[in-house]
């Protein structure tokens, strides 16, 4: 079993960047299709991006479309750590982020197994 653990969430000015990361304390991630998820105040939650699995075929991503160009979900060399790179922040992404993993990839994009307890990401307009 996997147990996620978010951090670098916080305040940051519109245009500005955060870097977010993931671990698990259980299960490494490697093998494991890897997404974030956000929820912002008074509003459903919705993925924001994912990862394939290190031992996949194929090496995947996807993106919100209302993140393209300004978000970048990557791994560590060794695989159990996912990032997600936050650039030129607007205040619509203000919101809790969320680490999620699943065994399968499109999985971790719509209905993962496994959330952490999410980090809060605030952007000051």
């Known amino acids: 079993q996997v147990h996620l653990v978010e951090s670098g969430g916080g305040l940051v000015e519109s245009g500005g960047s955060l870097r977010l990361s993931c671990v698990s304390s259980?299960?490494?991630?490697?093998?494991?299709?890897v997404g974030w998820f956000r929820q912002a105040p008074g509003k459903g939650r919705e993925v924001v991006s994912c990862?394939?699995?290190?031992?996949?075929?194929?090496?995947?991503?996807k993106y919100a479309d209302s993140v393209k160009g300004r978000f970048t979900i990557s791994r560590d060399n060794t695989g159990n750590t996912v990032y997600l790179q936050m650039d030129n922040l607007k205040s619509d992404d203000t919101g809790k982020y969320y680490c999620?993993?699943?065994?399968?990839?499109?999985?971790?994009?719509?209905?993962?197994?496994?959330w952490g307890q999410g980090t809060q990401v605030t952007v000051s307009s």
């Open positions: 999620v993993a699943d065994p399968g990839f499109e999985s971790s994009c719509r209905n993962p197994e496994n």
């Open positions: 259980g299960l490494p991630l490697d093998a494991y299709g």
């Open positions: 990862i394939t699995s290190v031992s996949g075929p194929e090496h995947r991503t």
